[in-house]
């Protein structure tokens, strides 16, 4: 079978969006769905007259003097929250983040940060960002921003210092250890991409792992690119240099993100058929069916397992519903969230606010509903069921996720300091503690490395087994999602256990 092309040559522009709604703060959950217009006036008060009538005596004889604008922000708001969780109006101030968050991308310098006295200190610049290529280092303290000393109360606050247009500059004076004079450098400002897909390696003998923390615009280049590379492709193109014998796509605490990005996902696993449907309020208007391409398809027959657990929701259900009810993927972890929502995207103002409005529900190829309406109890049907569970205490997945992100600062602290640029595939780094457990887990690692898996991850240990078991086993299809409220397909879920460990 002929290379696919790469997501950025050659995928589809759907543009809906699965988007975060009531779990995160900063990444949601929910499934959004662009931009669009209301068609009609539904009828109230007077068709508005009596909120109208409000608004004006308030303006006139209230106390206080009072911004006619900031109450009518406040009249959305307060009518979306008759709708459902799901629902909800973004005045101008928290619009921008909004954007950051379904883009993945902001204008600044590509820098990871952490204050000391109130002042900046460089953890590790991100590679190929402005900060990389001024030859800002790990440990850098800045001491001056455009030529004056800020003490920030907050990283957040020291953050949106630097966060600027791109194009524009900055002008950092900077104290490195070892060096007597303050370096002084001008940066200019670009585009920097929040990684959503991390901690792609090889995890056991062909079999790859990958975590996709959101779905934004750019995720599915990203995941392509980190699959090719798990495949030993080069970057010019070609054959794979190694067999990717299973996947395991880590969807834990994934909040959601765009609907186009979850059904791009699904397509490089899947050739042909329905990946999801939406049904708004009206039936025969508001139907959408998304079905595969193969042309966009890369991994047609790898074993695939998704780890699932309570945060995973909207998007991460679309996918591993999609997957599971194709056959393509077993789901390992614990039940997943219940959010089935399709949220559009209303700008406001001239796009300075945003209304996010809840316009329709989606089903699975099979036809399921899972979403958990509002005081729906455990014994009842929403969410997916994992065919094998394999719970993870919210502390230890935090530490293990926290564990990734420290390897991956390791990483670009080596890469920037002239150590190794680029960590090698199926190999541990040489980068931090001592002890630990291979690539490959069965060989031990040598002393100072560090491993990377960390081992004491009940899903992943799960879903290698299960993948195991299936490749040399030589067995068909995969298992897929128990039914909502239900048992799996071959009756009650089967039990990893949840392990112990530092």
């Known amino acids: 079978m002929d290379e696919p092309q790469s997501p950025s040559q050659a995928w589809r522009l759907i543009k809906p969006w699965i988007l975060p709604g009531a779990i995160a703060l900063v990444v949601g959950l929910g499934v959004h769905e662009g931009t669009g217009k209301p068609v009609h006036q539904a009828a109230g008060l007077d068709n508005g007259a009596t909120v109208l009538e409000a608004r004006d005596v308030i303006l006139d004889r209230y106390v206080g003097n009072i911004d006619g604008a900031q109450l009518d922000r406040g009249a959305i708001d307060g009518m979306t929250k008759q709708l459902d969780p799901f629902s909800t109006f973004l005045p101008p101030k928290e619009t921008p983040a909004f954007r950051e968050e379904t883009t993945g991308k902001f ?73 007597a004079e303050a370096i002084r450098v001008e940066i200019e400002r670009a585009i920097i991409e929040v990684r959503s897909v991390k901690g792609a390696r090889m995890v056991e003998d062909g079999i790859g792992y990958v975590r996709l923390t959101s779905f934004q615009d750019d995720s599915i280049n990203q995941l392509w690119k980190s699959l090719q590379e798990l495949r030993g492709v080069p970057a010019d193109g070609g054959a794979p240099e190694r067999e990717l014998r299973g996947l395991i796509l880590d969807l834990r605490s994934n909040p959601g993100g765009l609907l186009d990005a979850a059904v791009s996902l699904c397509d490089l696993f899947i050739e042909e058929g329905v990946i999801v449907e939406t049904r708004g309020r009206d039936a025969e208007k508001d139907t959408r069916v998304f079905k595969a391409l193969s042309a966009n398809t890369l991994l047609p027959d790898t074993p695939l397992a998704i780890l699932v657990d309570g945060y995973s929701a909207s998007a991460s259900e679309i996918t591993a519903g999609a997957l599971a009810d194709h056959g393509r993927a077993i789901l390992v972890g614990s039940r997943t969230f219940g959010k089935a929502s399709v949220q559009t995207i209303f700008e406001l103002e001239e796009g300075r606010s945003v209304l996010k409005l809840t316009t329709a529900r989606y089903y699975t190829p099979s036809g399921r509903a899972i979403h958990r309406e509002e005081g729906a109890g455990p ?35 080596a890469a920037a300091n002239g150590g190794v640029p680029k960590l090698p595939l199926g190999a541990c780094s040489a980068l931090g503690a001592a002890g630990g457990v291979s690539a490959f887990g069965a060989t031990p690692a040598p002393a100072g490395t560090v491993p990377l898996v960390e081992p004491n991850d009940p899903g992943v240990r799960a879903a290698v087994a299960s993948l195991l078991e299936r490749i040399e086993g030589g067995g068909g299809d995969a298992v897929g999602a128990g039914a909502p409220g239900g048992a799996g397909a071959g009756g009650a879920p089967a039990t990893a256990g949840a392990g112990s460990g530092d």
């Open 107 to 179: 204008g600044g310098l590509g820098i990871i940060i952490t204050l000391e006295n109130g002042l900046v200190r460089v953890i590790a610049p991100l590679e190929e960002t402005p900060a990389w290529r001024a030859g800002v280092l790990p440990g850098d303290l800045i001491t001056l921003i455009d030529g004056d000393v800020y003490e920030f109360p907050t990283v957040y606050d020291a953050a949106d210092s630097l966060k600027g247009e791109p194009g524009s500059t900055i002008l950092l004076d900077l104290r490195r250890d070892g060096v």
């Open 379 to 413: 014994e009842e049907e929403w969410g997916l069921l994992p065919s094998i569970e394999a719970p993870v205490d919210p502390q230890q997945l935090r530490r293990i996720f926290r564990w990734q992100e420290d390897f991956e600062i390791r990483r670009l602290s």
